[in-house]
């Protein structure tokens, strides 16, 4: 790259910690598998989730189900964020000025967002729905925002590899 990485991020990579990541036999191969688990784990609640919100699986009633599903991605965003995060340590120069890797935190803030904006403005409005009630429009848009966000995040991180 032709950007030199603040010196937080050098730091870091320098830091005992990503020097273990890197030296260890396995850590860095446990955390790379770690970090794509959690993803399948991750991707698999927010489809279930979305697809409801766009108006699929109509037969079931959508707090329940919305429930159990934001539970697992929690849990699975916890785990990605963890080994994430192990990650970036051993190669945060690098990463810290890679554009792609830039974009994908970007949308993860957008993901995020647009989770928030859900939960404290149109969840009420779907957990109190029956099985085969049309969703509201606002649930409908967050849904589909969400799939197409998370979408974008997934390919930003098959992408760093590759930018440059």
């Known amino acids: 790259m032709e950007h030199a990485a603040p010196a937080i ?4 990579e320098a830091s005992d910690f990503a020097l273990g ?3 260890s036999l396995w850590l860095y191969p446990a ?17 279930v ?8 699986l109509a ?18 965003f916890v785990g990605m964020a963890a080994t994430g995060s192990m990650l970036f340590a051993a190669e945060a120069s690098h990463l810290a000025v890679n554009p792609v890797f830039q974009v994908k935190l970007a949308l993860i803030g957008v993901g995020l967002a647009n989770i ?3 939960e404290f403005g149109v969840r009420r409005a779907v957990d109190g729905l029956a099985p085969a009630t049309p969703m509201p429009a606002a649930a ?15 390919a930003c991180g098959r992408s760093i590899a590759y930018a440059g």
């Open 9 to 12: 991020f050098v730091a870091l």
């Open 116 to 118: 928030a904006i859900y």
């Open 21 to 23: 990541i890197r030296k």
């Open 49 to 56: 989730m979305d697809v409801r919100l766009l108006g699929g």
């Open 59 to 76: 037969a079931t009633a959508p707090g329940r189900l919305l429930a159990g599903a934001r539970n697992f991605a929690i849990a699975a």
């Open 140 to 154: 409908k848009i967050a849904g589909a925002l969400s799939l197409g966000i998370w979408v974008a995040v997934a």
């Open 31 to 47: 955390a790379n598998i770690g970090h794509i688990v959690a993803l399948v784990f991750f991707a698999g609640a927010i489809a």
